[in-house]
């Protein structure tokens, strides 16, 4: 179906959804890769999120729970510098 959208557009979609919650605290996020044959996805937390303890929580019980959500190939979402 040549309407589909690739997965690394869907996941695209989704983390422009996520970035106005996390710029609400001065952060951001920036999609990285999506490898649609693992199901693996890296962003790049930046501003506050960068040097934040809690980090770790808003990426796996936040972005990584939006994104398998919405995208359910999504497998792991981690974060690289």
Known sequence: MAD???F???VSEIIEKIRP????D???IELV???EDSGKVSVRLQ???KACPMSQ???????ERTLKQH???????VAVA
């Open 47 to 49: 501003g506050a999120c």
């Open 4 to 6: 589909e959208k690739s």
């Open 21 to 24: 919650h996390i710029q609400g």
């Open 57 to 63: 929580m808003t990426l796996k019980m936040g972005v």
């Open 8 to 10: 690394h557009d869907r």
């Open 26 to 28: 001065g952060g951001d």
């Open 33 to 35: 890769s999506a490898e």
């Open 71 to 77: 995208v359910p190939e999504v497998t792991e979402v």
